[in-house]
């Protein structure tokens, strides 16, 4: 079946620009995850979702990171008034459950490459 | 806190050789534990998982890793090294009870012919 989708692939934007990225998670995956993957700072978690709630968001790093979900599926990332620093890979991923037992593990869509200009 | 060091940035290793890549966490608690390889420009690809019971997990392309609780310990292995192994390779945990996995730097995987 289809893996998990991302989009765009490659965004340049200036700065102060707001951008959205999307990410398309496997099919019947309800919990689904945003991770940031830059040269400074590795991967880091942004923003838990379990169905359409945001349990954690602890991840996001300023005020300027939303993100939403809507019907359990789609999930969009909004960078408000973008900095050079929030250049980076934005990686989606979604596994069958959140936490729980089960430590299914989490399956990784290509990525949207953010350069801020 | 949960952290994962992996020692060794880069590796390189001639094709045919053994594979070690090495992984250690610091938790209170076992938590799960993850190998995810990054091929150039490619997201990350699950190698193997480690959860509960056998404690040598075998995963994809033939890698293993082995958790060992007394040492903290979740090395990558793969008995000889193929060209098309040359990648990042990232070891992650996350706790039983929660949901963020923590990831290590990644060690980059180079295979001489």
């Known amino acids: 079946g289809a893996g998990v989708s991302q989009s765009p692939s490659n965004k340049v934007t200036e700065k102060g620009k707001d951008v959205e990225l999307r990410c398309d998670p496997i099919s019947g995956h309800t919990a689904l995850y945003w991770y940031r993957q830059s040269l400074g700072q590795g991967l880091e978690f942004l923003i838990y979702f379990q169905g359409n709630s945001a349990p954690d968001k602890s991840g996001l790093p300023s005020d300027r990171f939303s993100a939403e979900r809507t019907g359990g599926s789609v999930s969009t990332l909004t960078i408000q008034r973008t900095q050079q620093e929030d250049s980076a890979v934005y990686l989606c991923?979604?596994?069958?459950?959140?936490?729980?037992?089960?430590?299914?593990?989490?399956?990784f869509g290509p990525g949207t490459r953010l350069l801020v200009l | 806190a949960q952290s994962v060091t992996q020692l060794g940035s880069h590796v390189s290793v001639s094709e045919g050789a053994l594979v070690l890549l090495r992984c250690n966490y610091s938790?209170?608690?076992?938590?799960?534990l993850f190998w995810y390889v990054q091929y150039p420009n490619q997201g990350l690809q699950l190698l193997l998982k480690?959860?509960?019971?056998?404690?040598l997990v075998k995963g994809i392309n033939g890698f293993e890793a082995e958790f060992k609780k007394s040492e903290t310990s979740f090395h990558l292995t793969k008995p000889s090294a193929h060209m098309s192994d040359a990648a990042e390779y990232f070891c992650?945990?996350?706790?039983?009870?929660?949901?963020?996995?923590?990831f290590g730097g990644g060690t980059r995987l180079m295979v001489k012919p």
């Open positions: 991923a979604s596994s069958l459950d959140g936490g729980g037992l089960a430590g299914t593990g989490q399956y």
């Open positions: 480690y959860t509960t019971g056998a404690t």
């Open positions: 938790s209170s608690v076992p938590p799960y």
């Open positions: 992650a945990v996350r706790p039983s009870w929660g949901n963020m996995l923590t």
